[in-house]
């Protein structure tokens, strides 16, 4: 079995003197989509955002075989992580094809080419949109915008930070129909989701977090079939969306 892609280990972040993540420890192999679900404040963003090196923490944290702990962001996204946050965080005055090409800065230029012509077959959208600007966009747009320019800089990990947030149904839907199809391609992809079911389904293991902890682990399936579970955890019920 190969070694996992990510390793976090009793990871803890605080707010001054209030720690809100609770050494939490977990493992993402390579091609491998693994979920963090749980409700609204049990820590999930701030987790992805240290693991990212956006907040400090303490604990360890290696990534493709090497402590990263004490890495830049910018050393981070150098080795191959990648998080499209809750926000998107676009810049909504240029254009969509600025905004892709700005995901690829690190590239020369024929490499960057190459990587915004593979962005424009997975997403034809967005192609069509191409001198659009960005703040123009509908929602689930905007979503496949930021995953565009991620993956333009061809990451070893891309990071997830609830895709589905603010959107319809049905763009919901898009939107994990090209998580599936990532995953297709061999993409490792951390998925934190408030949506647990959507992201049940498109996992292959998950974390259930609950106030900074980690209060399960196990296959996707398994936990997705424990509706008292999800129930106890998520209070989402059997409901889809």
Do not use: W
């Not at 998107?88 to 005055?93: A, Q, T, V, W, Y």
């Not at 319809?168 to 391609?185: G, Q, S, T, Y």
């Not at 992809?189 to 900074?212: D, F």
Request: charged share 25%.
């Amino acid at each position: 079995m190969s070694e996992p892609l990510l390793i976090v280990d009793s990871l803890r972040v605080a707010y001054g003197r209030v720690e809100v993540v609770h050494g939490v420890s977990l493992t993402v192999g390579p091609s491998e989509v693994v979920t963090v679900i749980g409700a609204n404040g049990a820590g999930k963003t701030t987790f992805l955002n240290a693991v990212m090196g956006i907040l400090p923490a303490r604990g360890a944290i290696a990534f493709d075989g090497k402590p990263v702990g004490d890495a830049s962001l910018e050393e981070r996204v150098a080795s191959g992580l990648c998080l499209v946050p809750e926000r998107r965080e676009l810049f909504s005055d240029m254009s969509v094809r600025d905004n892709l090409r700005l995901g690829g800065i690190r590239q020369s230029a024929d490499a960057r080419a190459e990587a915004l012509e593979a962005i424009y077959q997975r997403f034809p959208r967005l192609k069509e949109r191409r001198h659009q600007l960005a703040g123009t966009l509908s929602g689930g747009e905007r979503q496949m915008l930021a995953m565009g320019r991620a993956l333009m800089g061809r990451p070893k990990l891309l990071m997830l930070d609830e895709p589905s947030l603010g959107l319809a149904p049905r763009i919901i839907d898009e939107v994990f129909e090209i998580i599936a199809d990532l995953k297709r391609a061999g993409v490792a992809i951390l998925l934190v989701e408030q949506n647990a079911h959507a992201a049940l389904a498109a996992a292959s293991r998950a974390y259930v977090m609950e106030l900074g902890e980690v209060r399960r682990e196990g296959s996707a399936a398994a936990i997705r079939e424990d509706s008292s579970l999800v129930e106890s955890y998520l209070g989402m019920g059997g409901t889809t969306y």
